[in-house]
């Protein structure tokens, strides 16, 4: 016999042997056992948690000449008819490739008939949700009827899909997402059984990539071994499932955190250039920020949105097929989201990093000048203190980003003229603009505070592509200008009263 898949060959064939599903099981067992069987059942939950095994396990038990608790023995010829196919009074079916209205069609003219071999005729209808709406009409009378010795087990991933009058009809149990612990556990037991040497590091860490599904666990541990030369190694699983460099996703988050993205962006540049999954990379960032919401309750609604965010991000990067522009767009906007606790009191939009920097050390350094003036006893009227060069570059970097207010007619459309660069595979232009405001009159004028993104916008080939957008899009044929807006006056101010509570003479730069 060939090989079988590790997630085959260890199918639950018995309830108890079903992990993480007590909820489900318990009660099963108690209606096989109560002579209690109900004509239709839905099995529902994420992939891999034991729907389509709890199906098989349940046939087998109401069929099974000798019962045992309200398990199936497996070794009566009813038990191993079932197993190995022979019996045809149950049927899986499997809904994603027969779904037509022909298939449930021929449902409704075998169960009519009585059965040959078992007491009950079963049909197993897994993913039933991708049944036509045709087909789930033709189901729906059937289970509104049924004959007395058929049960049907539908089984989905997407219940929110099945029609609510076939929904009505079904006795529902809802599989919950197998724990970490369970997973290790029986990936161990898994190990244990083929005689595989291994460290726990590797099986818990084999575990979490499971995503709480039993079947990816074991199939990820089927490839594992089949790499492994002595002993699974934690080291050899990150290698093998290509998992990415634990620093990488740290400096990314500290880029989210910090409103960096384009430093952010050169990360992900470098994930993609190694040929990482980027499905990869949102689960180990995602489970990131879970720790660091856990251990950071100062920051815990804004971590809780990134979460939030990088779930649906997953959701995206499954059915698209340009997964690194999504990604970059998402990353983009989860630096650009503006923090409930922001460092600027007035609530305004947070200034670049190196500046509030620049405004910390200037600080620290009057600071430091009113302790040494203090302790040395100096008169500070008949002092004039000027300011070194680098309080002076300071100074003249925060002036330089005032800009005179405007009467400006704000582009209502910005947000439809970001989509649509980025469409163009524009990632840089995009990002750039993600914190700007543009404005339309008798130019086009885009207002930013960031000095990146002022770099990345006025060069040629951002300014051709935005002009080109707004023509195909908009017929605006108007003069672009750009404009670099800093630090508000509230913050320059602030400088400036340190300055002079001080009597620290300074020179202001043109």
């Known amino acids: 016999m060939g090989y079988i898949a590790l997630y085959r060959k260890y199918r639950p064939n018995t309830f108890d042997s079903i992990i993480g599903q007590e909820n489900v099981t318990k009660i099963l067992k108690n209606q096989i056992k109560n002579g209690k069987i109900s004509h239709a059942y839905l099995f529902s939950g994420t992939r891999g948690t034991g729907k389509t095994s709890a199906a098989k396990v349940f046939a087998r038990a109401i069929n099974c000449l000798n019962p045992q608790d309200g398990e199936p023995c497996n070794e009566c010829a009813v038990c191993k008819g079932i197993l190995d196919g022979s019996i045809t009074d149950v049927i899986e079916m499997d809904a994603a490739s027969n779904n037509s209205v022909e298939n449930i069609?021929?449902?409704?003219?075998?169960?009519?008939?009585?059965?040959?071999?078992?007491?009950?005729?079963?049909?197993?209808?897994?993913?039933?949700?991708?049944?036509?709406?045709?087909?789930?009409?033709?189901?729906?009378?059937?289970?509104?009827?049924?004959?007395?010795?058929?049960?049907?087990?539908?089984?989905?991933?997407?219940?929110?899909?099945?029609?609510?009058?076939?929904?009505?009809?079904?006795?529902?149990?809802?599989?919950?997402?197998?724990?970490?612990?369970?997973?290790?556990?029986?990936?161990?037991?898994?190990?244990?059984?083929?005689?595989?040497?291994?460290?726990?590091?590797?099986?818990?860490?084999?575990a979490t990539l499971a995503d709480g599904a039993a079947r990816d666990a074991l199939s990820i541990l089927d490839r594992c071994i089949s790499e492994t030369e002595d002993v699974l190694k934690y080291k050899d699983v990150e290698n093998i499932v290509g998992a990415i460099d634990k620093d990488i996703i740290k400096n990314v988050a500290d880029c989210i955190v910090d409103y960096n993205y384009l430093k952010a962006l050169e990360f992900i540049d470098e994930i993609i250039k190694k040929g990482k999954d980027l499905r990869q990379f949102t689960f180990e960032i995602t489970n990131e920020f879970l720790n660091r919401m856990v251990d950071d309750e100062s920051n815990k609604n804004r971590y809780s949105n990134i979460i939030d965010?990088?779930?649906?991000?997953?959701?995206?990067?499954?059915?698209?097929?340009?997964?690194?522009?999504?990604?970059?767009?998402?990353?983009?906007?989860?630096?650009?989201?503006?923090?409930?606790?922001?460092?600027?009191?007035?609530?305004?939009?947070?200034?670049?990093?190196?500046?509030?920097?620049?405004?910390?050390?200037?600080?620290?350094?009057?600071?430091?000048?009113?302790?040494?003036?203090?302790?040395?006893?100096?008169?500070?009227?008949?002092?004039?203190?000027?300011?070194?060069?680098?309080?002076?570059?300071?100074?003249?970097?925060?002036?330089?980003?005032?800009?005179?207010?405007?009467?400006?007619?704000?582009?209502?459309?910005?947000?439809?003229?970001?989509?649509?660069?980025?469409?163009?595979?524009?990632?840089?232009?995009?990002?750039?603009?993600?914190?700007?405001?543009?404005?339309?009159?008798?130019?086009?004028?885009?207002?930013?505070?960031?000095?990146?993104?002022?770099?990345?916008?006025?060069?040629?080939?951002?300014?051709?592509?935005?002009?080109?957008?707004?023509?195909?899009?908009?017929?605006?044929?108007?003069?672009?200008?750009?404009?670099?807006?800093?630090?508000?006056?509230?913050?320059?101010?602030?400088?400036?009263?340190?300055?002079?509570?001080?009597?620290?003479?300074?020179?202001?730069?043109?």
Do not use: W
């Open 105 to 206: 069609r021929q449902i409704r003219q075998e169960v009519v008939y009585a059965t040959v071999d078992v007491k009950y005729r079963v049909y197993i209808i897994d993913e039933v949700h991708m049944l036509t709406t045709s087909a789930f009409n033709a189901l729906l009378k059937t289970l509104e009827e049924p004959p007395e010795n058929v049960v049907f087990i539908l089984a989905t991933t997407e219940q929110h899909k099945i029609p609510v009058t076939i929904l009505s009809r079904c006795l529902k149990f809802e599989f919950n997402r197998i724990s970490e612990e369970n997973l290790y556990k029986r990936i161990k037991y898994v190990l244990d059984c083929e005689g595989v040497k291994y460290e726990d590091e590797a099986c818990k860490y084999i």
């Open 309 to 510: 965010k990088l779930s649906s991000l997953d959701n995206e990067l499954k059915s698209t097929t340009r997964k690194e522009i999504v990604l970059k767009s998402c990353i983009v906007q989860l630096c650009n989201q503006i923090s409930s606790k922001s460092n600027i009191q007035s609530g305004e939009s947070k200034l670049n990093n190196i500046y509030i920097q620049k405004i910390e050390k200037l600080e620290k350094q009057i600071a430091n000048l009113q302790e040494y003036i203090k302790n040395n006893k100096i008169n500070i009227e008949e002092v004039k203190v000027i300011p070194d060069n680098r309080v002076k570059e300071t100074v003249k970097n925060i002036e330089a980003f005032q800009v005179k207010e405007e009467k400006l007619t704000e582009f209502p459309n910005t947000e439809e003229l970001k989509k649509a660069i980025i469409e163009k595979g524009k990632i840089k232009v995009y990002s750039a603009l993600a914190g700007a405001k543009v404005y339309v009159d008798d130019v086009v004028k885009i207002i930013t505070k960031n000095t990146f993104a002022y770099n990345i916008l006025k060069s040629d080939e951002s300014i051709d592509t935005i002009a080109q957008v707004l023509y195909e899009k908009y017929k605006i044929n108007k003069n672009i200008i750009l404009e670099l807006k800093g630090a508000n006056e509230e913050s320059i101010s602030k400088i400036e009263k340190i300055l002079k509570d001080s009597n620290i003479e300074y020179t202001k730069l043109d």
